[in-house]
C-alpha cells in the first residue's frame, strides 16, 4: 500500500523521500536495493525494505522515549515512514562497541577488540570521495557545524548508545557498532534522522561464537554469508517481541 | 666516501640505517631509490640521496638552533648522516599549512586552501595498512603514546613548522605541508627523527603561480612532472645560500 504523496525530493540508495501536503513531513519509503562498497556491489533483496522499516519504526520509538530527539513521526505503511523534515549534515556518525569493518582494515586494531569507552568515528558523506574519515580538526575546517553542534552531536550520539546497546543486549544481540545520520530541524535541534537497522548496525547474536554465523547484518551480504533476509527477520523478530506496535501516522 | 660502520640495523624506501661502534649512534645512508604511492611506483634518481642529506643535515641544524629536540649528530660524507639512537614511533606527523596531497583526496578541500591555524594529521606508519590517517581517539585506542607525550608531539610538530615555514619563505618558498617521524631517545624525551628534505616536504617556489612549475618536491615525481633532481637542487640551492657547512661527525 502506497500512501499518498507529493513530489520525488531525493532518492538514495536504499531509500526513496517524497514530499507531502505538509512541508515541515515527508514521507520515506524504504527500498529493498541492497548495496555495499560505495555501491560495486548491488543487489534487491525482497522484503528489506519493510523489515528495516519495521525495526527502524520501533527504534526510534525507543529513542523517544529516552528522549533522544529524532526525525520520526510514524508508520505510513509497510515500508514507509512519515519523518520531520530536517537538513541533513552531510556526515556519518560512527559508535564503536566492538573493533569491526572499517576500523579493523584502517588500524591494527583487531576484529573483535572491544571498545571501552565506544568510539565515535565521523566521516564526510560522499560518494565521489568513498566517506573519508575526518579527525576532530578536518571536521573544524570543513565548518559544517558549529562548535556547538560539535558537542551535541558527539553527545547524541553517545545517547544513541546508551539507549540501545543494552536494549539490544536483552535481545541476545550484541551492538558492535552503529552509523547515524543526523539533520537539524526546524528549530536548529540535531536529531537523529536516516534508519536504525541492520543496514547500518552491526549485531552479532550473543549466543554464537562463530565468527560468521554470529552475524545478523548487512555483513551478511558484504560477505556473500546468504541468509541476509532470514537474518533481518530474526533481528525484527526479536525486535517485534518487546516493542508495541509502532503508531500510524497518516 | 663510505664511512666505517657496523651491521646494517634497518632497510627502509630511501635509506639505510646502520649500527656503530658506538651503542647510541648510528649511520644513516640516503639513498638515491625514489618510491611513491606506497612503493608501487619506484625509480633510481642519480643524486638524490646527497641533495637529501645534505638539506636535510641544514634543516636539522636549524631545529637545533631552534632548540627543537631532534636525532641529528653530524654529517658522516656526501650522502651519510650520524644521528642518535632512538625508538621510532610507527606514526607520521604532518603539518599542513595549505591543503595539498592526500588531503584533497580525502576530503572536500580545495588544493591551495590556506589552513590556518596549520593542521596536524597523524597517520599510522604501516605500509601493509596503506598508512591509515588516524583520529585523536584511534590514536588514544593504538596506546603508543603516553598522554603527555601526544600532547608533546603535537607541539613539537608545531615548533618545527614554527622554524621552517619562515625560514622556507625568506628563500621564496612556501613550505606547503610536511611529514615527521618521531621517536623517543635514551632518555625518554620526543625528537625529530628521519630527514627533512623535499622528499618529507611539499615547496612551492613563492614566484611561480603556474600549479605544476612551481612544484620543488617529490610531488614533481609523484606526478611525472620530471626535473625532479633538478627541482631537488634548487631546493639545496637556495637552502645552502643561507646555512652554514654542516659539521662532520666521525
Not at 10 to 28: I, P
Not at 43 to 56: F, P, T, V, Y
Not at 108 to 124: H, M, N, Q, V
Not at 213 to 231: N, Q, W
Request: hydrophobic letters at 40%; charged letters at 30%; aromatic letters at 8%.
Amino acid at each position: 500500500m502506497t500512501p499518498d504523496h507529493g513530489p520525488l525530493l531525493y532518492e538514495g540508495k536504499a531509500k526513496r523521500v517524497f514530499c507531502t501536503n505538509e512541508e515541515e513531513r515527508l514521507l520515506v519509503e524504504f527500498k529493498n536495493d541492497a548495496t555495499a562498497f560505495n555501491a560495486l556491489k548491488r543487489a534487491e533483496l525482497k522484503d528489506k525494505g519493510r523489515l528495516n522499516c519495521q525495526i527502524s519504526a520501533r527504534l526510534f520509538e525507543r529513542l523517544e522515549e529516552a528522549n533522544i530527539p529524532n526525525h520520526y513521526l510514524g508508520l505510513s505503511g509497510e515500508n514507509w515512514m512519515m519523518v520531520k523534515r530536517v537538513e541533513i549534515i552531510p556526515l556519518e556518525v560512527v559508535i564503536r562497541n566492538v573493533a569491526a569493518g572499517s576500523l579493523c582494515r584502517e588500524s591494527p586494531i583487531a576484529l573483535g577488540t572491544k571498545l571501552i569507552p565506544e568510539l565515535l568515528d565521523i566521516y564526510y558523506k560522499d560518494d565521489t570521495l568513498a566517506d573519508p574519515l575526518l579527525t576532530e580538526a578536518r571536521l573544524e575546517i570543513l565548518d559544517l557545524l558549529s562548535s556547538q553542534q560539535r558537542i551535541d552531536l558527539g553527545n547524541l550520539a553517545l545517547k544513541v548508545n546508551q539507549c540501545l546497546k543494552p536494549f539490544f543486549e536483552e535481545l541476545g544481540l550484541l551492538l558492535v557498532d552503529f552509523k547515524l545520520e543526523l539533520g537539524v530541524d526546524y528549530s536548529g535541534q540535531l536529531v537523529v534522522a536516516d534508519e536504525i537497522s541492520p543496514d547500518t548496525c552491526r549485531l552479532w547474536d550473543l549466543d554464537i561464537s562463530d565468527a560468521n554465523d554470529r552475524i545478523l547484518d548487512k555483513d551478511r551480504f558484504r560477505k556473500d554469508l546468504g541468509g541476509v533476509i532470514e537474518a533481518y527477520g530474526e533481528i525484527f523478530k526479536r525486535v517485534q517481541g518487546v516493542c508495541t506496535k509502532p503508531r500510524n501516522y497518516k
